[in-house]
């Protein structure tokens, strides 16, 4: 993304119509992928949710191992788990690691859950997210083909004005 935002940029400073070009095509790839991937995602969400869950399966195991054998280091695992349990507003796989997660959060052995979340598990919330909610992952997705699209129509409004304006 950083390659193609510089030969946007590059290419609008240097007056190039091929960077331009570059960036133009560059765009349209990975809107093509966009749709694609999201056509696919929504086709296969019960598969995606599965695979989901299995994710965060094996984080919150290997955050709990990582934290019995040193409770005062911070992992990039624990992190992971803690992003996962603050956006989704849960904690643990079922109700019963939930409760436990919380306690061992409580008493300082683990920092990856709020006692808020006493009782929500997350497998409940990847359900819902990709079942109940699937509508906000849509929106998401089109905001982000919109904005993309107005970025493909003006490189190409720069690249024919740069190639009909006099040379200097």
Request: aromatic share 10%; charged share 15%.
């Amino acid at each position: 993304m950083m390659v193609v935002g510089f030969l946007g940029c590059y290419g609008a400073i240097q007056e190039s119509q091929c960077l331009l070009g570059t960036f133009f095509v560059c765009l349209v790839i990975l809107f093509a992928c966009e749709v694609a991937v999201g056509i696919w995602g929504y086709m296969h969400r019960e598969s995606v949710s599965k695979d989901m869950k299995g994710f965060y399966d094996s984080v919150y195991d290997q955050a709990l191992t990582e934290n019995i054998a040193d409770p005062n280091k911070k992992t990039a695992v624990g992190q992971v788990l803690k992003v996962f349990h603050e956006t989704l507003q849960c904690c643990g796989k079922d109700t019963m690691t939930s409760v436990f997660s919380v306690i061992t959060s409580k008493v300082g052995f683990q920092d990856v859950c709020s006692d808020k979340y006493i009782g929500v598990d997350c497998h409940n919330k990847i359900d819902e997210l990709f079942s109940d909610k699937i509508y906000l992952v849509g929106i998401a997705a089109l905001v982000v083909a919109i904005i993309m699209i107005f970025e493909m129509i003006l490189s190409m409004v720069l690249c024919c004005g740069i190639r009909n304006s006099p040379v200097y």
